[in-house]
């Protein structure tokens, strides 16, 4: 018996979720990449507090879905797993740039990436290897990927803003993996990096994220 693992190509259909319009009046178009679990559709909804008629959000739907426990009847989704993980990382995106194309963001000089929790890891793979001009780069209670180096954000412009965000009851985040967090985070971001530390576990903080936008990321 002779076992060979093979490939194929195919055409794949996703979706994503928006939140408000871009008019006139519009100052930040959000791109989130939301946690292990989520929906976008439910993720999104964090967003709600945020200045209608100044943000438009857009949250790519994670392709990967599955049942949450044992009675199939709430679904979450996954970004990547260990299985394939390059083969899947390129396909995944891909998916990104066919939403980034879609909504024209080529030209969008207020662009926010964020992402949350394993959203985290395909945001910033995303900007560096795609080399997504960002207004502000959101690393919210998740994990910064090991193969990411300084070299791989040298493209991004001198004033993009990078948050690292994190609960200090996150029970994923003890001392040693903040410290460990940070200490990667500053030697990728340099000056442009702001550690911010809030009173909450493991959730996307809803509160900070609005007054950043209220103040303009100052």
């Known amino acids: 018996m002779s076992y060979k693992e093979n490939e194929v190509s195919y055409e794949h259909i996703n979706t994503f979720s928006t939140l408000n319009i871009v008019t006139e009046k519009t100052k930040n178009i959000w791109f989130v990449c939301h946690g292990l679990g989520y929906l976008s ?9 945020l200045n209608p008629d100044e943000n438009y959000i857009i949250a790519p739907q994670a392709p990967s879905k599955y049942y949450q426990g044992n009675d199939f009847k709430h679904v979450g989704a996954s970004w990547l797993t260990k299985e394939n993980t390059l083969l899947e990382t390129e396909n995944v995106l891909n998916f990104l740039d066919s939403v980034y194309k879609k909504e024209k963001l080529e030209k969008q000089p207020n662009l926010i990436v964020l992402g949350f929790s394993q959203g985290v890891s395909i945001s910033l793979r995303w900007i560096a290897k795609r080399k997504i001009q960002c207004k502000v780069i959101i690393i919210h209670s998740g994990g910064i990927p090991k193969e990411l180096l300084k070299e791989d954000f040298r493209f991004l412009n001198l004033k993009s803003k990078v948050y690292l965000v994190y609960g200090n009851d996150d029970k994923y985040i003890d001392a040693k993996r903040a ?30 994220l609005k007054e950043l936008s209220d103040d303009n990321f100052k």
Not at 41 to 49: E, G, K, L
Not at 187 to 192: A, E, I, Q, V, W
Not at 196 to 205: P, T
Request: hydrophobic share 30%; net charge positive.
């Open 41 to 49: 559709r439910y993720f999104i909804r964090y967003f709600n507090d």
């Open 179 to 208: 410290n460990y967090e940070e200490t990667r985070a500053k030697d990728l971001f340099g000056n442009n990096l702001n550690i911010l530390q809030f009173n909450g576990k493991h959730e996307i903080n809803s509160k900070l």
